[in-house]
């Protein structure tokens, strides 16, 4: 009791401070909370996307799910602020998907600000192409992209016109555990040149390229205290792509953390998986590869479920502990804002190669994903001087003493780590790949070593912008505490 005094307390005299610097919380507001779930896996055959070769699915080894937990702030009958957070089984969230769905948002459920919706992916490379033309695909006998696109906002409409009318009062807790999912991939050689997945049996192996997170910060969303967790949130820095080469639908080791998780009294929590800062970042083991495949045959269990049972024990080892501190009033608020990063610039020695690597691979059939991919560098080098920043959104939440902040790319660990080491927040959440998809922005150490991730067809934006991505994130979480 005394601690809830102490806390309601604060929140007055922070309130207070707050509203005469006009910020847009107060303190004796109520939270409303819903959730909700539903499959966005296809009834039929479907391309799936992450790799440069076509690949149709076979089947479903696991179901794909987008899950959602809508939040909104009311005082005196009138709401205040408001956000609805959704986790796809998507490897990204394409500008035609988000497009879509916010337009259907405004036309079918106005009272939800769909700039206020943020769609995560989870990265899983066995999901659905929402892009048309990306690939060469057969015209019958497969799900199309526009078709699919379809398919999803129907069932994103549904899950967040759900989640947002099943709001009720309740309250927040957030807590901090550690499970070994991400290994950065990116291998480091004597000559100072670099590999993503680069082989580590070499002469000539120098270390690994950057930092790893083992940390997952949770946060858990509450209807009654006495009952268990509506939803739980868990940004773990690593994308879920352990299965990645398949030909069937698959969610990754997210599936497997649910279904670990949800049994017993935890069987009706719904699931957020968010992926945090990670483009160079996998579940892939870059050495110590058979000690770890022999302790996973004696457990006897594939990898997805080895990750899953490592992320579901730590939720349910911290759901007890921070049951003890749910939050019923919390400041909350959630900013928009569009921030304009300077280009990666192709210089003409880069653009020529990628015009030489284009022709050398014009008559090689199943190549026209790669092509494209590097058509787009010679796009750049031509519209670069008069377009010579990128706008990305970026969202910047509080939710009590969590701050959560969003960006579109594969961001490399180093840029979520200063996030999180200059914020204010207890506890700083950096989702990636949210509300748009702009490929992988490296650390300058990453683009010295080159390859794959650090080379100018992989990044519209480079290390200038990712510090320029940085400052402004932490600006706006500053902003609110």
């Known amino acids: 009791m005394r601690c ?50 076509t690949r149709v699915s076979r089947g479903v080894e696991s179901p794909i799910t987008a899950t959602a937990v809508a939040i909104e702030s009311r005082q005196d009958g009138r709401s205040v602020d408001q956000a609805v957070l959704v986790s796809c089984d998507l490897v990204a969230v394409r500008p035609p998907l988000l497009a879509a769905v916010r337009e259907r948002l405004a036309a079918k459920l106005p009272e939800v600000d769909a700039r206020k919706v943020i769609l995560t992916a989870t990265h899983t490379h066995t999901s659905g192409v929402t892009e048309q033309d990306k690939y060469e695909l057969p015209k019958e006998g ?7 696109v379809t398919f999803l906002v129907d069932r994103l409409e549904d899950v967040i016109g759900t989640a947002w009318k099943q709001r009720r009062p309740g309250g927040v807790s957030w807590g901090l555990g550690h499970a070994v999912v991400g290994y950065n991939r990116r291998a480091v ?14 002469p000539n192996f120098r270390g690994i390229e950057g930092y790893e997170d ?82 996973i045959k004696l457990r006897g269990l594939t990898y997805t479920q080895e990750v899953g ?37 192709v210089t003409e020695q880069e653009m020529a190669a990628a015009q030489a690597e284009i022709d050398a691979l ?30 990305v959104e970026v969202h910047a939440l509080r939710i009590g003493d969590v701050a959560i902040v969003t960006n579109p790319f594969e961001l490399f660990l180093d840029f979520g780590i200063q996030m999180q080491g200059r914020s204010p927040a207890l506890q700083t959440f950096v989702l990636q790949l949210t509300n ?34 940085v400052d402004r994130s932490v600006e706006l979480i500053q902003s609110m505490w």
């Open 4 to 53: 809830l005094i102490r806390w309601s307390l604060c929140c007055g005299i922070a309130a207070a401070l707050l509203v005469a610097a006009g910020s847009v919380w107060a303190a004796d507001a109520e939270l409303l909370i819903g959730a909700a779930t539903t499959s966005i896996t296809p009834d039929q055959p479907i391309a799936l996307d992450g790799q440069f070769h």
């Open 142 to 148: 497969v799900m199309q992209p526009r078709e699919y």
């Open 189 to 202: 050689y004597a000559s100072g040149s670099a590999a993503m997945y680069g082989k580590t049996d070499q």
């Open 214 to 295: 083992h940390s997952l910060e949770m946060l858990f969303f509450w209807n009654d205290a006495q009952q268990p967790p509506r939803a739980v949130a868990v940004n773990v820095a690593c994308p879920s792509q352990e299965v990645e080469s398949r030909s069937m639908v698959n969610a990754d080791f997210w599936h497997d953390v649910r279904q670990q998780f949800q049994t017993g009294d935890y069987q009706n929590v719904l699931v957020l998986g968010w992926p945090g800062a990670a483009g160079d970042q996998s579940p892939h083991r870059m050495y110590r590869k058979a000690a770890e495949e022999r302790m």
């Open 309 to 345: 049972r490592r992320i579901a024990g730590e939720i349910s080892d911290v759901c007890p502990l921070v049951r003890q501190d749910v939050r019923t009033n919390v400041p909350f608020a959630h900013q928009v804002e569009d921030v304009a990063l300077p280009v990666r610039k």
């Open 362 to 391: 014009a008559k090689k059939e199943g190549t026209a994903r790669r092509r494209l991919w590097l058509q787009k560098v010679i796009d750049r080098y031509h519209a670069q001087d008069k377009e010579p920043t990128l706008s």
């Open 436 to 469: 748009g998809s702009c490929g992988y922005l490296p650390t300058a150490r990453a683009v010295k070593g080159g390859s794959y991730s650090a080379i100018v067809a992989s990044n519209r934006v480079g290390p200038e912008g990712g510090q320029v991505l």
